[in-house]
């Protein structure tokens, strides 16, 4: 979300594209470089789908559905289903997210 004054302002996917394609600058999470694309939705998709993990959601409702990765503008985005919300970010563990809890869990491997 970006500031504006003491308010939150929402970026919506049409905006953030429509920016982004003004400047040509792609500003992506530090694990996705070197990632294609196809790469990068799996990844995600493998997150939103584990029933062991919340999945990334909507900030704008909490009824709306989880969040799904789409292509805009040549990069990846997350996208609610319900709304124009974008959130263009995506945390780096869920790219490398494997399924693994051991780590959680103390136990080495």
Do not use: F
Not at 47 to 65: F, G
């Amino acid at each position: 979300m970006a500031q504006e004054g003491s308010r939150k302002k929402i970026i919506w996917c049409s905006d953030y594209v429509a920016e982004r394609a003004k400047t040509g600058v792609r500003i992506p999470p530090t694990k996705v470089v070197g990632m294609t694309n196809q790469e990068i939705i799996a990844a995600v998709e493998r997150w939103q789908t584990d029933a062991r993990l919340y999945p990334l959601t909507c900030c704008t409702s909490t009824t709306h559905a989880p969040l799904e990765p789409i292509e805009k503008g040549g990069q990846i985005v997350l996208a609610c289903p319900n709304c124009d919300y974008c959130q263009a970010a995506i945390p780096d563990m869920v790219l490398e997210w494997n399924g693994d809890l051991s780590w959680l869990l103390g136990i080495a491997r």
